[in-house]
């Protein structure tokens, strides 16, 4: 186990900075802010997923408007050097398969793989059988945010998941919490047992779910091996960005 400090780079593979598309960013200066503070703490690239679902319904090119507007700002700013790509983060339902076939949905980067949600409380047949119809449509499901689904608190599901080639993302903030929290707990046995592929910020503001990964980074630094913890910091987003299978 890696002791010393790791330094690596970081790609965001899940943050709401789009503005005006959902509940995440409501300005160009609100989402300036959040990229300023990303970058400050390793961050050289983000993928953009504003929400789809009942209540978001952006189409692409709703997203790409927005995303030509964003990086006009932030070039006119002059002093950011972060890259950022574009995506959604999708809530499952039925007809999500032939909405990505037909392109009305985005995978991120326009690559194969897609950043699946779901509700906290869906069953885990709705979570399985989701990912079959996904992989049967040609993608590549990326569960968004694993730690909130109850159902994948039984480790013979998650195992099942991954088994099925689905790959896991967490976000940073719950790693770096109080380690008498459940969710934390959960969090970081994930990751010690190398279950876990990707990490997201899930920015949405600069409040209450701003991108501070400190303490997170400070956990996996002290507690995880520094091969695994580059994979799912930036190696596994990388493979995401140039369409390549994950390695492990």
């Known amino acids: 186990m890696s002791k ?45 997923t504003p929400h789809y679902s009942h209540y978001f319904q952006s ?44 392109g009305e949905l985005m995978t991120l980067a326009d690559s194969r793989y897609v950043l699946i949600e779901f509700l906290p409380f869906d069953s885990y047949s709705k979570i399985f059988r989701a990912a079959g119809m996904v992989a049967m449509a040609g993608y590549r499901m990326i569960l968004a945010h694993a730690e909130r689904y109850e159902c994948l608190r039984d480790p013979d599901k998650m195992q099942e998941l991954l088994e099925a080639g689905v790959k896991i993302q967490m976000n940073y903030r719950p790693i770096g919490g109080k380690w008498y929290n459940d969710t934390t707990r959960w969090c970081r046995k994930m990751l010690k047992e190398g279950n876990i592929h990707f990490l997201g910020t899930d920015m949405h503001n600069m409040d209450s779910r ?25 190696r596994n987003a990388e493979q995401v960005l140039n369409d390549k299978q994950i390695k492990r």
């Open 4 to 48: 010393g400090v790791i330094h690596v780079k970081i790609i965001d593979v899940h943050a709401h900075i789009l503005p005006g598309l959902d509940d995440g960013s409501s300005d160009e200066e609100k989402s300036m802010e959040m990229i300023k503070m990303a970058e400050s703490q390793g961050i050289t690239t983000i993928i953009a």
């Open 59 to 102: 189409s692409r090119q709703d997203v790409l408007a927005v995303y030509e507007k964003l990086m006009a700002y932030i070039k006119s700013e002059g002093d950011c050097a972060i890259q950022i790509y574009t995506g959604q983060e999708i809530l499952y339902s039925e007809d999500v398969p032939d909405k990505l076939a037909a």
């Open 210 to 234: 701003k991108p501070d990964i400190k303490s997170a980074v400070h956990w996996m630094t002290k507690h995880l091996d520094e091969e695994y913890m580059q994979d799912i910091c930036y």
